[in-house]
Structure formats: C-alpha cells, structure tokens
C-alpha cells in the first residue's frame, strides 16, 4: 500500500537511489490510471471500507422486511427479536466502517494530492529555469494546488462509487430474487439514467476548461503584478494594471458562473431522474401487491431500496462529473510534464577548474582567475544576457505557451488550437535542444561548459542575478538552503551582504520567518538576503548581476568593500555601472552592442576612453539627485 506521505521519485535529476517510473503522459485517461494505480492497494481497501459501511442500508431494508412479514404478520416474537438483532449488528459494523472508510479516503485523497504536488515540484526543479520559457508560472502553480486536488477527489469518488456499486449490485441480486420485474428496473435505473445526463457533461466539461484556463491567467498576472508591485508604485501603474486585474477577474467570475450553472443543471437532472425511478418503483411494488405478488415486508423493503438506490445514482453522477473535472486537470498536467530538459551529460565528460580563466567567444570578454572583474554597459540587459552564458543559461527569448487554452472553441476550431500551441511548444523545445548541445562558446580553463556535466558548471560557476527569488521559511533556509554553514559562516555571510537589519528585525532571529518572495522585506533587504545566500555558497566563480541596485549609496560602498574583501583570491563579476564598485575593482571591461570594446582599470579607461567615461558619468549624474 502507497504510504503517506507519498514517496515520489519521478523525473531523475541525478539525486535519487531509487528513481521512481514517470507518469504515463500519453493521454489524460492513462495519466488517470497510472496516478490511481500508484495507491491500488489504499483504494481497495477505502472501496472495502465504503461497502461495510453502506452494510446497513444494504441489508437494511431486506431485514426490516423479513422482521415485518416473520415477526409482525406473522407474529412471531421469537423472529422479531432475532431479525432485530441481526440490525443492530449490521448497523454496528457499519458505523464501525464508517469511520475507517472516511479515515482510509482522506489518507487516499492526500496521497494523490500531494504526491501530484510532489511530481510538480520535482519536474520544476528537473527543469530549472528552462521552464518558464516554456508555461507560464500562473498554469504551473494551478496544476500544483487546484488539478493535485482534482485528483485527490477522483481517488475519493472512485472509492465510494466502487464501495455503493458493490451495494448496488447486492441490492440489485436481492430484489431479483423477490421480484423479476421490480429487480430488473433496479438493476438497469443507475446505467439508464446516467447515460440520460450524459450528454450535459459535454458542455459541462467545455465550461470547467474555459474556467480553469481564465483562472490560470488571473494566477499569471496576480503573480506579476505582486513580483513588480513597488515598481507599479514608482511609475504610477496601479490604477492601470489594477483595472486589468479586475477585468481578469470578472472574466473568471463569467466562466466560473457559466461552470456553476451546467453543474447545477446536471445535478438536478440526476435528482429529477432519481425522484422519476423511485416513483415508478412504488407505483409497481403496490401493484404487485394488490395482485398478491409481493408481501407487505417485501413491498417496504422495495420501498427501503428505493430510497437507498437515489444515493448511488447520486454517487455515479458525482463520479461522472469528477472525472470530466479530472480530465481536464489531466490534459494540464500531461502539458507540464511532457516538458524535458534540453540538456544531455556528453559522453565522455570534461572536468572544470574553478580556479582557471572564463572566455565569452560572442563578447570577446576574458575572466582572469583570483580577481574582481567588473562588466559596465548603458544597456543591462546585454550584460544580463553575458552574466546567462557564462553561467550557462538559455536566453529569456521566448513567450511561455499555455499548457491547455480553452477559449469557448470546439470541434475543428478547438483541435486546431491545440495543433498550434503543441507545434509552438515543440518548436521551443527544439530551439533549447539545438541550444544545449552545440558548443556554448563560453570556456573555463580552455573546456567549453558543454563539454562538462550542468551539475558541475552549477558547482563551479554561480550566478545571482535580480530574478533570484526568496521561499517561504526561516531566514537560515534562505541564507543556507542545504544547511551547510556554521553559525560564524552565516553570520559571516549576513555581515558581507550588510544584511543584519533583517536578523535584528526578526523576533526569532535565524529561525525568524520570510513570507514568500520575501514580501514582509523591503526591497533593499530583499536584494541583500539574496546577495549574502550567493556568497555563503563560496562558488569558484561567482556572477554578480546588480547586487546592489535597491540599496543606499553608504550600504553600497559597505557590501563593495565586504565582497571585495571576502572573495579575494577567487574569480568574481560584477554587472553594474555604479562607481562604488568600480573602484574596488582589479579589471573593467565595456560592454556596447554585445561586445567588449575597452578593458582596462577604472582610472584608466575614465580618462582615456570617452565611451566608458559617457556610460559612468551619466551614472553619477543619476545619482546627484539622490545625494
């Protein structure tokens, strides 16, 4: 039996002894049967349990009837007590089971859940920052929380619909054996009537895809619009990105009603069509009596079975509606899990010298080992993308594609829809494999990083840049994730970054808690948390993309002077224009167009190069205002 919580090993990463299989992703109903077939075992026995506890309501009826006709009509008190007996020992069995089914379901539910929660996570991490080139972070997080919970439903309706058929079907035999007639039209309501709302889940499930897709984009822009709000601020963008939220918004809120109403149609269908069958089986149980074909007990145990047989339709309407729902959530999560990473380990992989020189071919850029070298550019979005290839990461150059865009289409409209979003997706995934597996261009100690392993590059080469992001938890998580600092380093850490404002600020200190994103700092201290869990990984090479952008000029001059300090001897970049950290710096090199035009030591290229000295200047006439 799957235990709890869920052991999940999928989508190997290198880390794992014991790698589990990856889902089957070749259609939605087999990722359905491979997630359900992960607990079998747990959803047997929830199934087991189910059963023993609808006992009473399954054999009640036959009791209370036979206790009736022996015991009542018969008069017989012997009869009476003994059939009185027998239901109150099922009934015991069954609110025993009820309780152990109820325990069995929820464990099973959280199984599926979280272990789909599980898989999201690791296929994040297997895909690093590959992913977001390719789904947008809104859809990834809505197949983590709302599609994980789709399948945690359907593994608890699966469990009961097993439990109340196996009812059913006891029913349906007792019933024969009364009645041919009686029984057959209990034995063929459930199917009949279910296959009479089927056609009302069609639009149903048109609805929920268009539902879950406009909630998918509401997540995206609230993510965005939370991630840039202080810059909303500085630019007075609220009001128009607020009023696009809204409208976002509303647009859910119509699909979710659209949704809600064909839900609520379904269900009352299933209550009508069951009130129908449960009407049609007095009139002829009351028949039959009248022409001495049934008993009087016999005719309350129909009419007992009647009302009993209203909760499995219920219940196989319910099924019916959960899976539409799971199918859906399905096609999302095969989306995201299809997903690989374009990098391969070469065959025979080169070994990486931390201490040795880092090329750039594409800017002509030259990293020599043990100093402190800083790129300047008036664009910083090309020293950006050179701090990416040195690091070995793909371009930010692509639009994400929407896991499953459901925009009201159907038919031929609709499939050709997710003809084009799958040819896009495929057409980036073949982009980042071209990418990944010819030569980078960028050389540690002569070896291009593509001939080493990406494990090792990341070992050898870290880049923090300003998309490096703070995780919910303490600030010791946030600082030393792998937990492998003592309390000096991380405290030493805390210092070079400047970052002990935060640690004062937290009641807790260390074991004090960051919201996510670290939304509870200012973006000063934010920035700094980063820095200082980028220096405590004491990488070789270590890539400093504006470190210090959102701090006060005196914090600047402080955290310049600590990193210098701390990381001599080792290879250091820093993109930035600010003079703070020019001035400590061993080597400066000028970016324009993507190119190194000018090399040389601050002092000597402010007074010998005019385009280094219009690219610093400008920065210190930014900063006049401020001082």
């Given at each position: 039996?799957?235990?709890?919580?869920?052991?999940?090993?999928?989508?190997?990463?290198?880390?794992?002894?014991?790698?589990?299989?990856?889902?089957?992703?070749?259609?939605?109903?087999?990722?359905?049967?491979?997630?359900?077939?992960?607990?079998?075992?747990?959803?047997?026995?929830?199934?087991?349990?189910?059963?023993?506890?609808?006992?009473?309501?399954?054999?009640?009826?036959?009791?209370?009837?036979?206790?009736?006709?022996?015991?009542?009509?018969?008069?017989?008190?012997?009869?009476?007590?003994?059939?009185?007996?027998?239901?109150?020992?099922?009934?015991?069995?069954?609110?025993?089971?009820?309780?152990?089914?109820?325990?069995?379901?929820?464990?099973?539910?959280?199984?599926?859940?979280?272990?789909?929660?599980?898989?999201?996570?690791?296929?994040?991490?297997?895909?690093?920052?590959?992913?977001?080139?390719?789904?947008?972070?809104?859809?990834?997080?809505?197949?983590?929380?709302?599609?994980?919970?789709?399948?945690?439903?359907?593994?608890?309706?699966?469990?009961?619909?097993?439990?109340?058929?196996?009812?059913?079907?006891?029913?349906?035999?007792?019933?024969?054996?009364?009645?041919?007639?009686?029984?057959?039209?209990?034995?063929?309501?459930?199917?009949?009537?279910?296959?009479?709302?089927?056609?009302?889940?069609?639009?149903?499930?048109?609805?929920?895809?268009?539902?879950?897709?406009?909630?998918?984009?509401?997540?995206?822009?609230?993510?965005?619009?939370?991630?840039?709000?202080?810059?909303?601020?500085?630019?007075?963008?609220?009001?128009?990105?607020?009023?696009?939220?809204?409208?976002?918004?509303?647009?859910?809120?119509?699909?979710?009603?659209?949704?809600?109403?064909?839900?609520?149609?379904?269900?009352?269908?299933?209550?009508?069509?069951?009130?129908?069958?449960l009407v049609a089986l007095v009139w002829l149980g009351t028949r039959q009596v009248q022409d001495g074909l049934l008993t009087v007990?016999?005719?309350?145990?129909?009419?007992?079975?009647?009302?009993?047989?209203?909760?499995?339709?219920?219940?196989?309407?319910?099924?019916?509606?959960?899976?539409?729902?799971?199918?859906?959530?399905?096609?999302?999560?095969?989306?995201?899990?299809?997903?690989?990473?374009?990098?391969?380990?070469?065959?025979?992989?080169?070994?990486?010298?931390?201490?040795?020189?880092?090329?750039?071919?594409?800017?002509?850029?030259?990293?020599?080992?043990?100093?402190?070298?800083?790129?300047?550019?008036?664009?910083?979005?090309?020293?950006?993308?050179?701090?990416?290839?040195?690091?070995?990461?793909?371009?930010?150059?692509?639009?994400?594609?929407?896991?499953?865009?459901?925009?009201?289409?159907?038919?031929?409209?609709?499939?050709?829809?997710?003809?084009?979003?799958?040819?896009?997706?495929?057409?980036?995934?073949?982009?980042?494999?071209?990418?990944?597996?010819?030569?980078?261009?960028?050389?540690?100690?002569?070896?291009?990083?593509?001939?080493?392993?990406?494990?090792?590059?990341?070992?050898?080469?870290?880049?923090?840049?300003?998309?490096?992001?703070?995780?919910?938890?303490?600030?010791?998580?946030?600082?030393?994730?792998?937990?492998?600092?003592?309390?000096?380093?991380?405290?030493?850490?805390?210092?070079?970054?400047?970052?002990?404002?935060?640690?004062?600020?937290?009641?807790?200190?260390?074991?004090?808690?960051?919201?996510?994103?670290?939304?509870?700092?200012?973006?000063?201290?934010?920035?700094?948390?980063?820095?200082?869990?980028?220096?405590?990984?004491?990488?070789?090479?270590?890539?400093?993309?504006?470190?210090?952008?959102?701090?006060?000029?005196?914090?600047?001059?402080?955290?310049?002077?600590?990193?210098?300090?701390?990381?001599?001897?080792?290879?250091?970049?820093?993109?930035?224009?600010?003079?703070?950290?020019?001035?400590?710096?061993?080597?400066?090199?000028?970016?324009?167009?993507?190119?190194?035009?000018?090399?040389?030591?601050?002092?000597?290229?402010?007074?010998?190069?005019?385009?280094?000295?219009?690219?610093?200047?400008?920065?210190?006439?930014?900063?006049?205002?401020?001082?």
């Open positions: 039996m799957q235990d709890y919580p869920p052991r999940i090993a999928t989508f190997y990463t290198g880390t794992d002894a014991a790698p589990t299989p990856d889902p089957d992703t070749r259609s939605p109903l087999a990722f359905l049967r491979w997630i359900l077939g992960q607990q079998k075992g747990l959803i047997a026995l929830s199934s087991l349990g189910y059963a023993l506890w609808f006992l009473p309501m399954t054999l009640g009826p036959w009791i209370f009837g036979r206790a009736v006709d022996q015991g009542i009509v018969g008069g017989s008190e012997a009869a009476l007590v003994g059939w009185a007996a027998l239901l109150l020992l099922v009934v015991v069995i069954g609110g025993v089971f009820g309780v152990v089914s109820h325990t069995l379901v929820v464990r099973s539910w959280l199984v599926a859940l979280y272990g789909a929660l599980e898989m999201v996570t690791r296929k994040v991490a297997q895909m690093g920052h590959v992913l977001p080139r390719r789904s947008p972070t809104g859809e990834v997080l809505s197949v983590a929380s709302s599609d994980s919970d789709e399948f945690g439903a359907l593994s608890e309706i699966l469990a009961r619909a097993l439990g109340q058929l196996a009812s059913y079907l006891t029913v349906a035999f007792i019933v024969l054996t009364m009645s041919w007639q009686l029984g057959l039209l209990t034995l063929v309501a459930a199917p009949v009537l279910v296959g009479a709302a089927l056609p009302l889940l069609r639009p149903l499930h048109r609805r929920q895809q268009l539902e879950r897709s406009r909630t998918s984009d509401l997540t995206s822009m609230a993510t965005d619009i939370v991630a840039g709000l202080r810059i909303l601020r500085g630019i007075g963008g609220e009001q128009t990105f607020g009023t696009n939220y809204a409208r976002q918004s509303q647009s859910a809120r119509e699909a979710g009603v659209a949704a809600g109403i064909w839900q609520a149609v379904v269900e009352a269908v299933g209550v009508l069509l069951s009130g129908i069958f007990g016999q005719l309350i145990t129909f009419l007992g079975y009647g009302l009993f047989m209203v909760g499995p339709i219920r219940t196989f309407f319910e099924f019916a509606q959960k899976g539409i729902r799971s199918l859906v959530s399905a096609r999302r999560a095969i989306a995201l899990f299809e997903e690989q990473p374009p990098w391969r380990d070469p065959a025979a992989p080169v070994s990486l010298d931390g201490s040795a020189s880092l090329h750039d071919a594409a800017s002509g850029l030259t990293v020599e080992p043990g100093i402190l070298t800083v790129v300047v550019s008036a664009v910083p979005e090309q020293s950006a993308a050179l701090a990416d290839r040195l690091g070995r990461y793909l371009p930010a150059d692509t639009e994400p594609v929407p896991l499953v865009e459901e925009d009201g289409t159907k038919g031929r409209a609709a499939r050709r829809s997710r003809a084009q979003r799958a040819e896009e997706r495929a057409r980036i995934a073949a982009l980042d494999e071209e990418r990944a597996r010819r030569e980078w261009g960028v050389t540690l100690g002569g070896v291009d990083l593509s001939h080493a392993r990406l494990d090792d590059v990341r070992r050898q080469v870290l880049v923090s840049d300003t998309s490096s992001q703070l995780f919910a938890g303490t600030l010791q998580d946030a600082v030393d994730p792998h937990a492998r600092l003592t309390r000096e380093q991380a405290d030493e850490a805390l210092r070079i970054a400047s970052a002990e404002d935060v640690y004062d600020a937290l009641p807790e200190g260390w074991q004090g808690q960051l919201d996510e994103r670290g939304r509870g700092l200012s973006g000063g201290q934010r920035q700094r948390v980063v820095l200082a869990r980028a220096v405590a990984a004491d990488a070789p090479v270590l890539v400093l993309v504006e470190p210090t952008s959102a701090v006060d000029a005196h914090t600047e001059a402080r955290i310049a002077a600590r990193v210098v300090e701390a990381r001599r001897g080792r290879t250091t970049v820093v993109t930035t224009v600010s003079p703070l950290w020019l001035h400590h710096a061993d080597r400066v090199a000028l970016l324009h167009d993507g190119t190194v035009i000018a090399e040389g030591s601050h002092a000597d290229l402010l007074a010998d190069d005019e385009a280094y000295r219009r690219v610093v200047t400008r920065e210190l006439d930014e900063e006049e205002p401020v001082r």
